[in-house]
């Protein structure tokens, strides 16, 4: 008979052995190693290593693991349809190797090499792939604004692509941006009280070293109420002769401008002609031609400008004198050589000796 000390100890060993010869004859797969995250350019070639141990009885695969997982792979065979994939198997290493060329901006994302061992039993590793993209501006960026003066406007610049691009902004001609520099980085740019004088245009540009970035004109129009400069407050002429009274008008929306003498508004007729011409949506030039000046014509002309933001208005003051003025006194002379021109001035000279003479 075995004492019970000899029959655990016999138990004992046996259960030993076999433990032993498990462990020799089948190990857990393991995956040593998976190539890291790579960063590639459109349009180039990418490889994914994937070292496997002790898996020659299992399924190896690769999948792209996004949002829908899709097989690319099983063992040493492709299953994707795509030319731009392909699959090579290194026995010496045991590594799966899966390249893709011609890389697309969708091929972004995580790829994972799985050792499937059983329903509820997977070995994984993943890599990350991400696409250089050059940037592109969002559709919901700031195209342009109209704001009335004073008030705060914002503008809002976004870009997609890889690595997520800059956005800079600058003015027009490198103006000075309301921040009182050159050059502003960050996608909102503000101004807490818009002037007249920050209207114009602004450039976002979205860089991310890939390619040459990209660009939107932001156009900012700033309402505000009118503004008049007059380049000569005091012009004379004499009498039966032409003289045209100016006046420079800044406002936005374009305003309604009226001349006036002594408190009534003038006309196009055979006294006063009135012209505007627009340089710009903010610019106006207004022009009064006094025709055939009489003596009742002589005085202060006022040129006044409404919008609905205001009104402005400035005097001009046309006075008596005894030698015509040039031009427009000299009509077409003026226009032409200066032979003529001196010609001109030399005949007016001498009427108005030969008139002082003969008193």
């Not at 450039?203 to 309402?223: F, L, P, Q, T």
Request: aromatic residues 10%; charged residues 20%.
């Amino acid at each position: 008979m075995w004492r019970p000390s000899i029959l655990k100890c016999v138990w004992s060993t046996l259960l030993l052995a076999l433990a032993c010869h498990q462990a020799s004859g089948q190990r857990t797969p393991t995956i040593s190693y998976i190539t890291q995250e790579q960063i590639k350019d459109i349009g180039g070639t990418v490889e994914f290593d994937c070292s496997v141990q002790y898996a020659k009885e299992y399924n190896v695969l690769f999948l792209k693991t996004d949002s829908d997982p899709v097989f690319l792979s099983t063992g040493s065979t492709l299953v994707i349809k795509d030319s731009r994939f392909s699959l090579r198997y290194d026995p010496s290493s045991s590594t799966y190797k899966l390249q893709i060329k011609d890389i697309q901006e969708t091929d972004a994302g995580t790829y994972t090499c799985q050792v499937v061992i059983s329903v509820v039993h997977k070995v994984s590793a993943d890599v990350k792939l991400s696409v250089r993209r050059p940037p592109v501006i969002s559709d919901n960026s700031t195209q342009s604004i109209v704001a009335s003066e004073g008030t705060e406007v914002q503008m809002e610049c976004y870009a997609s692509g890889y690595p997520t691009p800059t956005i800079t902004w600058r003015r027009e001609n490198n103006a000075i941006l309301p921040t009182d520099s050159a050059t502003y980085v960050g996608n909102i740019l503000r101004i807490k009280s818009v002037k007249k004088e920050d209207r114009g245009t602004y450039y976002c540009v979205a860089d991310n070293g890939v390619s040459k970035g990209d660009r939107r004109n932001i156009n900012v129009e700033v309402e505000f109420a009118p503004v008049i400069t007059v380049p000569r407050p005091r012009l004379g002429q004499a009498l039966q002769y032409d003289m045209d009274l100016e006046c420079h008008i800044e406002a936005y929306p374009p305003p309604a401008i009226v001349w006036t003498k002594d408190d009534i508004q003038l006309a196009n007729n055979q006294h006063y002609s009135i012209s505007h011409f627009a340089t710009a949506d903010e610019y106006t030039d207004s022009t009064l031609r006094v025709i055939t000046i009489e003596k009742r014509q002589y005085g202060d002309y006022v040129c006044k400008a409404t919008n609905r933001f205001g009104e402005a208005e400035a005097r001009v003051n046309l006075f008596e004198t005894i030698i015509p003025v040039c031009p427009p006194a000299c009509g077409q002379a003026y226009y032409a050589g200066a032979e003529e021109v001196a010609a001109t001035s030399f005949a007016l000279v001498g009427i108005l000796l030969a008139m002082l003479f003969t008193r």
